[in-house]
């Protein structure tokens, strides 16, 4: 390892969620520094902030013009930033704030949801060659036309992976409140384990199936680029998780993870004539809403006539199902319903792609508990099944005990 390396260390809204997890962060960095490495700060808004700044945008609005919005979003991680700066100065250590604009972080213009295009990291740069430790508002950037984005919910994890990756450093640590990544949700399954190592291939569906500890963007991002990254916890700093890249001599575990997921909402379109050319012209219109579709279930055609049912973010429902209703007119569609009390649950293993009967088990269990399953869909190291939201953490613990992912007591 060289004599400095470079850590981004990120920092979730519940490690700078007060005064006191402020200074203990500001103690961390200073400890890092101490231990002969360079240190870039990233931020997220102090606690639950951003959700309160979004019912404040509620109650004054129903009209939340996006790039208001977006403004009125990065002042969370603004506060945080400075007030982390402030409490490295009383610890003698010299750092300075920069807004993701300032960080040279250029984004698309796509507000609330915007794609980190480039980095321009100079300003971080000079700010390290003068000793001083940058810290950065996650979470933010600027588009070409000079306006103020943000990156979708969890996006300070991309704003850390990115930066990592422009200034190459050597690790990018994300800290929040769990010790790592674990087998499943610590929250809902209290036997879930943590593991030491996570292929990206794994962290990627489980990162997309619910699994919120890393934003899929972020995982996406430090795979395409390299970027070593390790999730540990900023309440007991032990060593956490890495997510590594698969190497074909590993044997994998069957089932490595169970996730679940409460942020969709199911759209069905029923009786629409079952002609070539329906399915694009429908998801043509959704997807230029900028609106991600993901399990798409066709039924079977009866008398010409066939129902589609796909999944969206729950944020995104009214705008979808209001498509869907214009579109029903032009497709030739009897109706469009919509159901937003689903959720989906996913078992996640690199080695079920050569351990046939898993999706078999996986419907045992829950075929025991009486759990009807409404949608199902599969990738080659992933099943996830959709079903009632009510019944969702039930069903993580016994298939987390099923498949023996349960801590040894
Ligand atoms: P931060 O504010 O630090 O970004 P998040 O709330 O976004 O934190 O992510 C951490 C949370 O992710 C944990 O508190 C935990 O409840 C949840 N989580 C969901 N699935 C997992 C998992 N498999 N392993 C660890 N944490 C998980
Ligand atoms: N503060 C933002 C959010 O709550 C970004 C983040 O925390 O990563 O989504
Ligand atoms: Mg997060």
Redesign the pocket.
């Known amino acids: 390892m060289a004599l400095v390396s470079l850590l981004v260390q ?6 700078v969620g007060d005064a006191e997890r402020i200074r203990a962060v500001a103690d961390h960095i200073m400890r890092t520094r101490r231990d002969g490495h360079q240190v870039v700060a990233v931020v ?1 808004a102090m606690g639950k902030s951003t959700d309160d700044l979004l019912r404040l945008a509620n109650e004054v609005s129903s009209t939340q013009p996006p790039r208001e919005l977006d403004m009125l979003l990065t002042t969370g991680e603004r506060i945080s930033m400075a007030l982390l700066c402030m409490a490295l100065a009383d610890l003698g250590i010299p750092a300075a704030s920069f807004t993701g604009s300032q960080a040279g972080i250029m984004t698309s213009d796509e507000h609330t949801k915007a794609k980190i295009t480039e980095i321009r990291p100079d300003r971080l740069f000079e700010a390290l060659d003068q000793g001083f430790v940058p810290v950065v508002a996650g979470f933010q950037g600027m588009s070409a036309d000079r306006n103020i984005t943000t990156l979708g919910r ?1 996006g ?2 991309v704003t850390a992976v990115a930066l990592a990756a422009a200034l190459k450093a050597d690790a990018c640590e ?5 010790t ?9 399954v209290p036997s ?1 384990r ?2 030491p190592r996570v292929g990206f291939d794994e962290m990627l569906e ?1 990162a997309a199936t ?6 899929l963007r972020s995982v996406e991002f430090a795979r395409n680029h390299h970027v070593p990254l390790h ?1 540990r916890s ?1 309440f007991t700093w032990e060593p956490g ?1 890495w997510i590594v890249e698969e190497e074909p001599s590993m044997e994998y575990a069957v089932v490595t ?1 169970v ?2 997921d409460t942020s969709e909402a199911k759209i069905t379109v029923t009786a629409v004539p079952d002609r070539p050319g329906v399915a694009a012209h429908l998801f043509r219109a959704v997807a230029e809403a900028g609106i991600n579709v993901d399990m798409i279930v066709q039924n079977t055609a009866e008398n010409g006539m066939t129902d589609i049912s796909f999944t969206v973010p729950k944020v995104d429902l009214r705008s979808a199902v209001a498509i869907c209703e214009t579109l029903a007119g032009e497709l030739g569609a009897a109706s469009v319903s919509y159901d937003d009390t689903m959720a989906r649950i996913s078992l996640i293993g690199a080695g079920m792609k050569t351990h046939p009967g898993v999706t078999a088990k996986m419907f045992e269990v829950l075929a025991e508990l009486g759990i009807n399953l409404e949608m199902i869909s599969t990738s080659s190291i992933r099943i996830s099944c959709v079903v009632r939201e009510d019944v969702v953490e039930h069903a993580m613990r016994a298939l987390h005990a099923a498949f023996d992912l349960d801590r040894a007591s």
């Open positions: 990120k920092f979730g809204g519940t490690s997220s969890g300070s994890d994300i800290y929040t409140d769990v790592g990544v674990y087998t499943a949700d610590p929250r809902v879930a943590k593991l489980m619910g699994g919120r500890v890393l934003m999730v900023s998780t993870a996730t679940h």
